[in-house]
């Protein structure tokens, strides 16, 4: 629990950094006693105030923890010191703890609530033992900066809200749950939702999301929930994500080391209906449309199956090259039906598309694709503040001419191997209409975490949910 406090806890952390081989103080005025004793007790102890050091002191009855930061700290090394911070404290018990930080700016403040809240997250629903203790933590800083604390808390939930879904069970989190957990959030803010079931799907002729759908006991859906938070503008940005609750890759089945954890490939649905929720919640004002496109890509005697053709949408037919390259074909409907009944003038999608992506860019960074400069420098932009980082990728006519198929007006994807998140993008490129400025997000790397170092955990990472924030605040 993060609250606005400027008592004095049991414990009290300290921000240093290092100068010259000297260890100094951020915010040295308003910390003076303290500092006094500390650099008292210093000269006993082995500490540089290099980055993310840390050094437990206790003077009298007082604790103390000192944190080293770069003199010329990013706001990502303030969200990792503060991780670090938040790590230390939960390992000592301490009930409650007085931080202080290094400077009351607004982005600094952010940044180190990001690092503090967002490392507060485990995933426990599957644990007989769970840790209770929730440590609480006074931010000395003014009560000025309250709904600051607020907002941050709002998206840092959304930011877990998205972890959870992607780290359930595939057997819980089925398109059908996706529908009626969207059900709710569009209950409780009043929006309006549409939800197209399996017989719908096939009434309405989404035929490459029935295709990829049809196997799985677990039926798809399209689920759309629209919020006009400024009805004076022209501008609607739909903001689309791929859904695929298990993707065993069909008939062409994933093998062992490439399967076991496809329950993630719901990924870009959950970042996009956490980025909604965000906006909602944060009363941003900008219209948007949320576009789930939601199926289990299952292996079953009904599964779609390599060679097939089926017609999209949009009305183009598609030769299935592969049936794991699934998630472009479920997008492609939701693209289509998005344009022809709700007009956006900006899309942006996000997708575990391809594993193409963590060759190309590793685990940790999203794969832009777009046809607008605009919104790509926007976006770039807002990965490198929030570290949800993006690099742009690109879609050239050779990505294009890979897809060309003799049956059928396209193929769902290339038969060579290589540029697979090119070609993906340029399959995707396909079903969206011209005038429309379009961003594809491949987060098949980062949505997935891998390792545990700072605030971002393992498996679902909740990665793009600040991005897309951050860029909704700005544009
Ligand atoms: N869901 C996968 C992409 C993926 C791979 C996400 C690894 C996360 C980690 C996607 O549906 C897929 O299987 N893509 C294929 C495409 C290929 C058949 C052209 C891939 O990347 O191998
Ligand atoms: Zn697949
Ligand atoms: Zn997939």
């Not at 003014?142 to 941050?152: A, D, P, R, V, Y």
Request: aromatic share 8%; glycine share 6%; with cysteine.
């Amino acid at each position: 629990m993060i609250k606005i406090n400027s008592k004095l806890s049991n414990l009290v952390v300290i921000p240093t950094y290092a100068k010259k081989e000297k260890i100094m103080f951020f915010n040295k005025e308003k910390n003076s006693e303290i500092i006094k004793k500390i650099n008292l007790e210093l000269k006993f102890f082995h500490f540089e105030a290099k980055q993310e050091e840390t050094l437990f002191l206790k003077i009298n009855k007082q604790k103390i923890l000192l944190i080293g930061i770069n003199e010329n700290y990013t706001l990502e090394d303030l969200r990792r010191a503060y991780s670090i911070i938040f790590k230390q404290i939960k390992k000592t018990k301490e009930k409650e703890t007085t931080i202080e930080i290094p400077k009351e700016e607004k982005e600094e403040i952010k940044a180190i609530i990001e690092g503090l809240d967002l490392t507060n997250y485990v995933f426990d629903m599957y644990l007989s033992k769970k840790e209770k203790f929730i440590p609480t933590i006074n931010l000395d800083i003014q009560k000025k900066f309250s709904s600051l604390l607020e907002k941050t808390l709002i998206v840092d939930s959304n930011v877990k809200f998205t972890r959870s879904l992607v780290n359930q069970n595939a057997d819980e989190i089925v398109p059908k749950k996706l529908e009626e957990i969207a059900k709710k959030i569009a209950k409780k803010n009043k929006l309006k939702i549409k939800v197209l079931d399996e017989k719908n799907i096939q009434k309405e002729k989404l035929g490459l999301l029935w295709a990829v759908g049809k196997g799985a006991k677990n039926p798809p859906r399209l689920i759309i929930i629209e919020y006009f938070g400024n009805k004076q503008s022209k501008e609607k940005l739909a903001l689309v994500g791929k859904g695929i609750t298990f993707d065993t890759g069909g008939i062409n089945l994933k093998p062992t080391n490439y399967i076991e954890d496809m329950r993630t490939d719901m990924g870009g649905s959950a970042t996009m209906l956490a980025t909604f929720k965000s906006a909602v919640e944060l009363k941003l004002k900008k219209n948007i449309v949320l576009v789930l496109c939601c199926a289990e890509n299952s292996i079953s005697a009904q599964a779609y199956k390599p060679g097939d053709i089926f017609k999209s949408y949009k009305g183009t037919t598609v030769e299935i090259t592969n049936t794991d390259a699934e998630g472009r074909l479920v997008l492609a409907d939701g693209l289509s039906y998005v344009q022809k009944h709700y007009k956006p003038t900006h899309i942006i999608d996000a997708a575990t598309l391809t594993g193409a992506i963590l060759v190309a860019l590793g685990k940790k960074v999203i794969g832009m694709f777009g046809n607008d400069e605009n919104m790509k420098k926007a976006l770039f932009k807002s990965g490198e503040k929030t570290y949800d980082r993006v690099w742009e990728m690109p879609i050239y006519e050779e990505h294009r001419d890979g897809l060309k198929s003799k049956f059928a007006d396209t193929l769902n994807c290339d038969k060579g191997r290589y540029g697979g998140s090119s070609s993906a993008a340029a399959f995707l490129e396909h079903f969206v209409e011209k005038n429309v400025k379009w961003v594809h997000l491949d987060i098949a790397g980062a949505a997935r975490g891998y390792d545990s170092p700072y605030y971002v955990p393992e498996m679902g990472t909740g990665k793009g949910v600040r991005l897309l924030v951050d860029y909704l605040e700005n544009e």
